[in-house]
């Protein structure tokens, strides 16, 4: 069974950091990509940033390139972003999703609950 479990957001002023985690459980880490969503109020679902957790190969989406690091540690199972720069457009929640096949980003089929970013100004 395929858990996960997202942790690490919180209010944090504009140009300020945060580190959020993805602790995964239930299924062999190294087989899976893990990835990062975030939903806005009245914005649809985007698709923040992809580890393959076999190889490491990294995707960020445009709007975070620069300013967001995704990690993995695989002796613990869990994936880490770190977030730089936040601007108020960052304010969402976010989510941790696995998915065997990595190329079917960004339609991942296990998903963890939210944890909520929120950065002011």
């Known amino acids: 069974d395929v858990q996960l479990q997202a942790s690490g957001g919180g209010l944090v002023q504009a140009g300020g950091s945060l580190r959020l985690s993805c602790a995964a459980s239930?299924?062999?880490?190294?087989?899976?990509?893990i990835g990062w969503f975030r939903r806005a109020p009245g914005k649809e679902r985007e698709g923040v940033s992809c580890?393959?957790?076999?190889?490491?190969?990294?995707y960020y989406a445009d709007s975070v390139k620069g300013r967001f690091t995704i990690s993995s540690d695989n002796a613990k199972n869990t994936v880490y972003l770190q977030m730089n720069s936040l601007k108020p457009e960052d304010t969402a929640v976010y989510y941790c999703?696995?998915?065997?096949?990595?190329?079917?980003?960004?339609?991942?089929?296990?998903w963890g609950q939210g944890t909520q970013v929120t950065v002011f100004s």
């Open positions: 580890i393959s957790s076999s190889d490491g190969s990294t």
């Open positions: 239930g299924f062999t880490f190294d087989d899976y990509a």
């Open positions: 999703a696995a998915d065997r096949d990595g190329s079917s980003w960004p339609d991942f089929g296990s």
